[in-house]
């Protein structure tokens, strides 16, 4: 399973071009480094790191950001606590 290990972000925003001088287009640029743990031959467990970029707009990473919060609030539940158990 990978695992979280660094979040690197920059934020861009166009103002203008030459057909439109008065524009506002931000941009979210997301860099996540992710550890992924892999055996070698001798057994011992090296580490790889996986990196995925991410762009979006700030009102997509604000519905992203509310919809992970509400299956976060839905995993605490009594319900899937109970499922979580007979799974395992």
């Given at each position: 399973m990978p695992?979280?290990?660094n979040?690197?972000?920059r934020f861009d925003i166009l103002v203008g071009s030459r057909s439109l001088r008065h524009i506002?287009?931000?941009l979210l640029t997301l860099q996540l480094s992710l550890d992924a743990g892999s055996e070698s031959k001798a057994g011992r467990e090296e580490e790889t790191c996986d990196k995925l970029l991410l762009q979006t707009d700030p009102n997509n990473l604000?519905?992203?950001t509310s919809v992970l919060e509400d299956a976060?609030?839905?995993?605490r539940t009594h319900h899937s606590r109970?499922?979580?158990r007979y799974l395992k």
């Open positions: 695992q979280y290990k979040l690197e972000w506002a287009e931000p604000l519905h992203i976060l609030h839905e995993a109970r499922v979580q």
